[in-house]
């Protein structure tokens, strides 16, 4: 997401216009200030601290490694937009780390961010007719080139309604996600709605706290969609 994927400025469909535009596809590379590390068998197959990010429109970022970086029996391609650099698939490696801080699924984009708002938008979610959910003590939560989500506080879910899930889902900006399943009048709704129990730093303000999906349950709030078509 961010700058090149999603609906970020330079991806294939902005959220928003540049002017004048930018042709795309565009490539947009910059250095990367961290250590980063792959681990094979808790050996260090990558070890950089003269990374780069490339940010390639319609892909999600990824990390370039100068060739002397890059050790052992590890896949390696070349670079096309950095000369002398090669990137290494994610899945070669048994753990990345930012400096002493292990990165999973994708790594994190300097571009992204996470901001948790307390607002008084309404949330109302109901689930086979029985409402789940009916406040105005929310937290929004926006998110770079996503949909805006609002979280809810257990006290304000019918939590007799929802048991805990085996699911889970791992976020780079807000952590580990767990999952619950609506059980209502022999209605069974699986993985209605996610939490983060123990999410990063910079997004305590929901942990604990519940949101739900609109495409498993009635979901009605008032968030604004804004517009379709800049002036």
């Known amino acids: 997401m961010s700058l090149t994927s999603g609906r970020g400025p330079l991806s294939r469909q902005p959220a928003g216009r540049l002017d004048p535009p930018v042709p795309v596809p565009v490539t947009y590379v910059e250095w990367f200030p961290r250590r980063v590390r792959g681990l ?123 048991v805990p899930s085996t699911t889970t889902s791992y976020c780079p900006y807000k952590g580990w996600a767990s999952y619950w399943t609506a059980v209502v009048d022999g209605t069974t709704v699986v993985d209605v709605a996610w939490s983060y129990d123990d999410p990063l730093p910079e997004c305590l303000p929901i942990a604990g706290m519940l949101s739900f999906y609109d495409h498993r349950a009635t979901v009605v709030h008032d968030l604004p969609q804004g517009p379709h078509d800049l002036p």
């Open 40 to 162: 094979v068998d808790g050996r260090a197959v990558v070890d950089s601290e003269g990374v780069v990010f490339v940010h390639r429109s319609g892909e999600a970022p990824m990390w370039a490694f100068p060739a002397a970086d890059v050790t052992g029996d590890v896949p390696t391609e070349p670079e096309p937009a950095a000369e002398g650099f090669v990137r290494v698939p994610w899945g070669a490696v048994d753990a990345w780390f930012e400096e002493d801080q292990q990165v999973v699924d994708h790594p994190r984009n300097p571009y992204h961010r996470v901001d948790c708002v307390p607002t008084s938008r309404h949330l109302r979610v109901e689930v086979a007719g029985r409402t789940l959910v009916d406040t105005s003590r929310t937290i929004g939560v926006y998110e770079t080139s996503l949909p805006a989500r609002l979280y809810v506080a257990r006290d304000d879910v019918d939590m007799g309604l929802l």
